[in-house]
C-alpha cells in the first residue's frame, strides 16, 4: 500500500539534509509520495522530522501520524538503515541545489578527540565510507565533502588522488587538520580543484603555526597562491581566542569563520555575550578587516575594549 510521507527539516533549508534526501529516495523507490510537511493541512501516513543541532528549536506542530525523530539533535546515536544510508539522494526535494553540485562523505569519523566535536563518539574512529564516483552522479562534478578528517586515513588520501585524476571540483566544508598536511599531501592538495577556498581548522593556539606551515606548503606548488578559510572554535578564553583570531587578519588571503563553543550536553546553554560579539566581529568581513576587535562598536556606546577591562 502506498504511503504519503511528509519531511521536516529543523535546522531549516538553508543546508541539504542527507538523512532526508536519502529517506525521500527509498520511499519514492517504493512508490511512496513525498513531499515538505504542511502542518495542519497535510495528511501523513508518516512524518521524518530531522534535527542536527541540539540547539535548533524543535517542531511544534502537531501530525496525526506516527512520527520518526532522528539525527544528533535528537539521538546521538540514530543512524538509518543501512540500505537507505547508501542510497543517492533525492536532490529534487532541495530545488536550489545547483544541478553540476553534489553532496557527500567519503570518510566517517575521526581520531581526534576534541571537546566540542560528537563526531567521534557518534561515528568512532576515521574509516571508508563511500567512493568518490558514488557521489558525483548526473553529472554533479562540483562535490561538496563533510569529512570530518579525510587526511587522517590512507583511504581518503586515495579518494584525493582521484578526485584530482577525475577533475572533479571540490570543497572540504568541514576543514582539513593542517597538523596531517606533509610535503606530499601538500603538493597533492596544490593539485586539486577547488570549488572555493581551502578550508583548515584552527581551535587552537598551537594550531596558528601549522595551518600557517600547511598554507606556505601548498602555495609552494602552486602558480597562483590559494586562498584559505580558517575554521575558528571560541572556546571561553577571551585572550586567547582574540590572539588567535585576529592572527590571521595579517593575511590577505585569510578570512576567518568563527563560532562559540556549544556543550552538546546542555542545550541550554547561554552563550556569552563577548563571545557572540567576537564571532560577529571575525564573521563580518568589513569589520575584520578594518578594524580591532578591541575597536568593535557592535551595540550604540559600547566598544569591545570594555570586555577586558571587566
Given amino acids: 500500500m502506498k504511503q504519503r510521507i511528509g519531511l521536516i527539516d529543523i535546522d531549516g533549508h538553508n543546508f541539504p539534509n542527507l538523512a532526508l534526501m536519502r529517506l525521500s529516495a527509498w520511499h519514492k523507490a517504493h512508490g511512496d509520495s513525498v513531499e515538505w510537511a ?9 512524518v521524518y522530522a530531522s534535527k542536527i543541532f541540539t540547539f535548533s528549536p524543535d517542531f511544534t506542530d502537531n501530525y496525526d501520524c506516527e512520527i520518526v525523530r532522528g539525527g544528533t ?22 530545488p536550489q541545489v545547483d544541478k553540476k553540485t553534489a553532496y557527500g562523505f567519503l570518510t566517517r569519523g575521526c581520531p581526534n578527540k576534541c571537546k566540542w566535536c560528537v563526531v567521534p563518539i557518534k561515528e568512532g574512529a576515521v574509516h571508508p565510507y563511500m567512493d568518490v564516483d558514488e557521489i558525483a552522479i548526473d553529472g554533479r562534478t562540483n562535490l561538496v565533502l563533510m ?40 603538493k597533492m592538495l596544490a593539485k586539486v580543484r577547488w570549488l572555493s577556498h581551502i578550508r583548515f581548522g584552527c581551535d587552537t593556539p598551537k594550531q596558528i603555526g601549522e595551518c600557517e606551515r600547511a598554507m606556505q606548503m601548498i602555495d609552494s606548488y602552486c602558480d597562483t597562491p590559494r586562498s584559505y578559510l580558517m575554521y575558528a572554535m571560541i572556546t571561553g578564553n577571551m585572550q ?23 556543550d552538546f550536553n546542555d542545550p541550554k546553554q547561554v552563550i556569552p555575550q563577548w ?27 559600547f566598544e569591545c575594549s570594555e570586555y577586558f577591562n571587566q
Fill in 38 to 46: 504542511i502542518p495542519m493541512f497535510g495528511e501523513y501516513d508518516r
Fill in 275 to 301: 563571545q557572540k560579539d567576537m564571532a560577529r566581529w571575525a564573521m563580518r568581513r568589513e569589520f575584520w578587516t578594518t578594524m580591532d576587535f578591541k575597536d568593535f562598536k557592535p551595540r550604540k556606546g
Fill in 73 to 94: 539533535g535528537y539521538d546521538l546515536h540514530a543512524v538509518l538503515p543501512s540500505e537507505i544510508d547508501r542510497l543517492q539522494p533525492d536532490y529534487s526535494i532541495y
Fill in 147 to 186: 569529512d570530518n578528517n579525510i587526511l587522517a586515513c590512507d583511504y581518503g588520501l586515495e579518494q584525493i588522488e582521484k578526485i584530482i585524476k577525475r577533475g572533479y571540483r571540490v570543497d572540504f566544508n568541514q576543514a582539513l587538520d593542517a597538523r596531517l598536511v606533509t610535503d606530499e599531501i601538500a
Fill in 240 to 262: 586567547e581566542d582574540y590572539e588567535r583570531l585576529s592572527y590571521f587578519r595579517g593575511f590577505k588571503r585569510v578570512r576567518v569563520v568563527a563560532q562559540p563553543f556549544r
